[in-house]
Structure formats: C-alpha cells, structure tokens
C-alpha cells in the first residue's frame, strides 16, 4: 500500500506539461466554445477567444517528435452521480498508457489500461494477471492526406467513432462504450465531408456481430448538415459482408423495419447553426423503424431525437452555457433478435442512458486565467421509463399467431411506470501543475420517493510525459 502511495505522489509532483490532445482530459469543452463562438473554422483572434485556446493547449499533448509515451492517472472518489461524467470518468481508477508515433502523414497509436480492481475495468475486461487487470484501450495505425480543397483519412484498428452535434451526448455514435474495432475512411472536398466505417462488435450467445456506418455532411461557417445511416448484422460464423461495404448503398432503405433479414438498422440526421457569433442550436434525429402499414399505430415508431442550444460569451465573455433535451424511445436501439442491441460490450454506442426515457440537461462553466481554471454547474433531470436496453424486446400488440391486434392501446411513452432522478453538481477545476488537474464537486442526486443526497467528490488526474 506504502508502495502505491509513493507511486501516486511522484506522478503528481512529476508530471509537467507536453503537447497535443488525449481524449480523456476534456479538452472537448474549449472546441465546443470556439466553434460556437467563432463558427465551424475558427479563426478569432478575440482575447476572451485565446483563453479558451489557452485552456485547450493547456489540457493538450503535443507530439512533437517521431517518439512519444507518456501515463495518464485517474482516480475518482466516492462520486455516484449516473447522469453528469467528466471524460475521465469514462475509465476506471488506474494508469492509461499512451504511445504515439508520428510520421507527416502517419500516425500510430497505442494506449493501454491498468488497474488493481476488476471492477473498474468493465469496458474492457478480459482477464487478470496477478491482481492486474489490464486490457488494450486504443490501438490504430492512421494515415492522412491533404491538399488544397479537400483531403483523405483511412484508419485501421480500435478508437472512437463520434458521430454527433450533442454536448452531453450523441444518438448516433458516442463516446460511452470502449473505443471501436474499425476499419474507416474519411474524405473532404471543400465543403462536402464523408465517413465511412466497419466496425467489429463483441460477440453476444456466439452471435459474431459488424457495424456498418456512413455519413455525408455538407459545412459551412454557419451551418453543418449530416446525413448518415448505420447496420448492424450478426449470425454464427458472420463475417464482413461484402455490399454492406458499399457507402453509396442505402442500406436502411432496404431493411428499416425489418425483422427476416438479420439486420437492425438507423436512418440519422443531425445540424449545428450558429445565426450569429456565440448562439449555436443544433439537434439530431436518429429513426430505427417506421411503420407504413398499421394505421392509428404511431407506437410502432421507434425514433429518438436530441435539441439544444448552446450560448457563449453571457453572462461574462468566458462564459459558457448549454441546454440540451433527448427523447429516446422504448426500443430504439433494440431488434427482435437480441444480437442486434446498439451496444459494445454492454455500454451504450448511441445516447448513453439508453432506451425509454427523456432527459433535461443544464450546463454552465465559467473560465478562468488563475490556477482555479474553471468552475461548474451542472443540472440533470431524467424521467426514466420501464423498458431500458436491459429489458427484452416484445410486441405486445400482437397475438401468439403474430396478428396484429386492433384494440391494443399503448400506455405511452417513456412507459409506466415511471422513474424520477435528478443530479446536481457544483465543482471547481483546480489546475495543480501543468496536466494535473483536481476537479472538486459538491453533488446532490435524488431518485423517486428518495430523500436527497448530497456528497463531496474528488477527482484527480495527471499525465506524466516519460518520452518525446
């Protein structure tokens, strides 16, 4: 124990500043203030601006050189909130390995995760090795190209896949499950941007399982239009298929709503637009199956859908201010068979709460130039219906022959009965030296017919540059 301890304390005395940008550090929220403050280019020069430029560089890695590895430590303690994360928080207690090599146009990449307890490990645990359970994080070779009105980006191996205009959350693809098994190519042509992505799921009852994604986006200063769909196809000894392969097949059009073809599939829209300098409203749209058949049957709609606004600069020119609701239906992200639940090893690959619910969704952050980087609110209120991603899927307006039967009458949506939660949290940053960070938060969740709880909670991480 006296040995870990010692551990702890030279990384937090250690660790000092390098550049770039690491994932888990919430450099996130000073790309969202830019681009909604400046547009989707970015290219103010403002001083309120170039502090949270400041604050982005400061949370960011720069590999500078051919070679770089460095360790990231994170360690949360006793915080229960289940609706407000930092990024951290979407790993474990325990060291993140990260290994970078770097050429002009390529780029390979490996991180791996540590830790003493099992348990905090749950997106990626494989096995433990004497007290040690430790899975690969992120692993990819990347290589990118560019010229004057567009470039080229294919990636091979596992990182994340975001696909989403939210700020606490994307429908379509989020960063809450572990990073993606994926093959991916991303192309642009001045303001027309195109992804393509194959995806390797875990394995469910021995049912091998691929995600096929493509989207199109259309860009400009003020605007960001994005189209896209999404398949997922399983079956014993499934391997890639060929025309799902295909990014200029519309794949939903041909299986939405289908349940004889093996495939669960989503049609995906979403936009950002920013009328002005500092006002950014943007929603996503996600539908999983329509129903042409059935008349005065609108439950056999299965869609979710995401609106917020997002306000820079008010009440103080650093300030930043964000609502958002999501309204995800029972079933969404679901099929008749169980292999096609929108999921990577049981977390959420859409938004992550799941199914059956709507969710409201405060937040507000004030930065600063002093070591207290910056300070929080954060406000979530979640009605929570019966049937989550854990629920099995039924069709209860059928009969034992299939019928469908008239006089079924759907109790709603989110589906009764109904859960309340609320979570509020009110924290400060604290940056101690450069990459070390200790973010202190006073959290007060409540649950239906509970009393209000109320806790402090510490998070701490740092990044220790070993090699550049």
């Not at 940053?429 to 509970?450: A, D, F, H, P």
Request: aromatic share 16%; net charge positive.
């Amino acid at each position: 124990m006296e040995n870990k301890k010692k551990i702890i304390l030279i990384i937090f005395y250690v660790a000092h500043y390098c550049s770039g940008q690491f994932f888990y550090t919430n450099y996130q929220e000073a790309d969202h203030w830019l681009m909604t403050n400046d547009g989707i280019h970015l290219n103010s020069d403002s001083d309120t601006a170039n502090i949270w430029s400041n604050y982005k560089i400061r949370k960011n890695i720069r590999y500078g050189n051919a070679h770089h590895f460095g360790i990231f430590f994170n360690a949360i303690d006793n915080s229960n909130l289940n609706l407000i994360q930092e990024k951290s928080d979407l790993i474990g207690n325990g060291l993140l390995t990260n290994y970078r090599f770097l050429l002009p146009n390529l780029e390979i990449t490996n991180s791996m995760f540590f830790t003493y307890d099992k348990n905090e490990a749950t997106r990626g645990f494989v096995r433990t090795i004497k007290n040690i359970t430790m899975y690969t994080n992120q692993a990819y070779l990347k290589f990118a190209s560019s010229k004057k009105n567009g470039g080229v980006m294919f990636k091979i191996g596992r990182d994340f896949l975001i696909e989403g205009d939210g700020n606490d959350s994307k429908i379509f693809f989020s960063d809450y499950s572990r990073p993606f098994d994926q093959l991916s190519i991303k192309a642009n042509y001045k303001q027309i941007h195109g992804r393509f992505a194959a995806i390797s799921l875990d394995s469910l009852s021995n049912y091998n399982r691929y995600l096929y994604m493509h989207t199109l986006e259309y860009i400009t200063k003020k605007l960001r239009l994005r189209f896209g769909e999404a398949v997922i196809s399983s079956g014993f000894n499934e391997s890639i298929d060929i025309k799902l392969l295909n990014p200029f097949n519309l794949w939903s059009w041909e299986n939405l709503g289908s349940s004889n073809k093996g495939l669960n599939a989503f049609l995906y829209s979403g936009f950002s637009w920013m009328p002005k300098s500092g006002l950014r409203i943007y929603g996503e749209l996600l539908i999983d199956d329509i129903n042409f058949h059935k008349e005065n049957a609108f439950f056999l709609n299965k869609y979710a859908y995401l609106l917020g606004f997002q306000k820079t600069s008010f009440p103080l020119n650093s300030s930043n201010m964000w609502f958002e609701y999501s309204n995800v239906l029972n079933q969404v992200y679901q099929s008749f068979h169980h292999s096609h639940i929108y999921t990577h090893r049981g977390f959420p690959i859409g938004h992550y709460l799941g199914n059956d619910f709507q969710n409201y969704r405060f937040h507000y952050s004030q930065i600063f130039k002093s070591k207290i980087s910056k300070a929080f609110i954060d406000i979530s209120y979640l009605i929570n219906g019966s049937n989550s991603l854990k629920t099995p899927f039924d069709n209860p307006w059928e009969d034992s022959s299939g019928n469908f039967i008239n006089s079924y009458r759907h109790p709603g949506f989110p589906t009764p009965p109904l859960s309340l939660s609320f979570n509020f949290n009110l924290g400060v940053e604290i940056e101690l030296r450069k990459l070390t960070y200790m973010i202190i938060t006073i959290e007060n969740q409540k649950y239906s017919n509970s009393n209000i709880k109320s806790q402090i909670s510490l998070r701490f991480w740092s990044y220790l540059e070993i090699k550049k």
